[in-house]
T-cell receptor
Framework: DQQVKQNSPSLSVQEGRISILNCDYT??????FLWYKKYPAEGPTFLIS?????DKNEDGRFTVFLNKSAKHLSLHIVPSQPGDSAVYFC?????????????FGKGTKLSVKP | GAVVSQHPSRVICKSGTSVKIECRSL??????MFWYRQFPKQSLMLMAT?????????EQGVEKDKFLINHASLTLSTLTVTSAHPEDSSFYIC?????????????FGSGTQLSVL
């Protein structure tokens, strides 16, 4: 049973528009959420995170929204750029428990078209 | 930022042979490293947690005698796939968390694509 779900395997967006990547989770014990970006043949790199005590975190073009009641988070990229084309992984942690064991979603492949 | 180096990036081996994958933290000391496996179109799945100077902790369903983990120093963890079989073909990736970091974010190696013939 997947605890972190990214139901859209792919997303295509025009350059300059907004990209919205969604993630749902089932474990109410998760208290820290992260987004990682992965280019082909490279390891994931950290993008942005949010603690469960917040509902929004913004870093430049990237904003993560957390809706705890719906167990849903989303990553907004605006404006989208061709260099944003990559696979985006949502990850969750129950930090208070296991010293950083992250549970990953399957990823969403974002394609930003010029 | 912190860097994790993983080697080799790709390996092809015959069934029955063993393959060793190295994971190094280059600019920080990692008392704990994590090993993941990813099958095509699947999520990264944690295999084991590697602890410096002690035994690794394996996730349920992961055979510790098949996937040998050694974390002999604060900057190096190795994963050895013993007697590899075609079903072990996968993308293996390691990660580490900077203990001085304030968040849960992990730094990942670039991964190793293992193909067992």
């Amino acid at each position: 049973d997947q605890q972190v779900k990214q139901n859209s395997p792919s997303l295509s967006v025009q350059e300059g528009r907004i990209s919205i990547l969604n993630c749902d989770y089932t474990n109410s014990m998760f208290d820290y959420f992260l987004w990682y970006k992965k280019y082909p043949a490279e390891g994931p790199t950290f993008l942005i995170s949010i603690s469960s005590i917040k509902d929004k975190n913004e870093d430049g073009r990237f904003t993560v929204f957390l809706n705890k009641s719906a167990k849903h988070l989303s990553l907004h990229i605006v404006p989208s750029q061709p260099g944003d084309s990559a696979v985006y992984f949502c990850a969750a942690s129950d930090y208070g428990g296991s010293q950083g064991n992250l549970i990953f979603g399957k990823g969403t492949k974002l394609s930003v078209k010029p | 930022g912190a860097v994790v180096s993983q080697h080799p990036s790709r390996v092809i081996c015959k069934s029955g042979t063993s393959v060793k994958i190295e994971c190094r933290s280059l600019d920080f000391q990692a008392t704990t490293m994590f090993w993941y496996r990813q099958f095509p179109k699947q999520s990264l799945m944690l295999m084991a947690t590697s602890n410096e100077g002690s035994k690794a902790t394996y996730e349920q369903g992961v055979e510790k005698d098949k996937f040998l983990i050694n974390h002999a120093s604060l900057t190096l963890s190795t994963l050895t796939v013993t007697s590899a079989h075609p079903e072990d073909s996968s993308f293996y990736i390691c990660s580490a968390r900077d203990p001085l970091g304030a968040s849960e974010k992990l730094f990942f190696g670039s991964g190793t694509q293992l193909s067992v013939l």
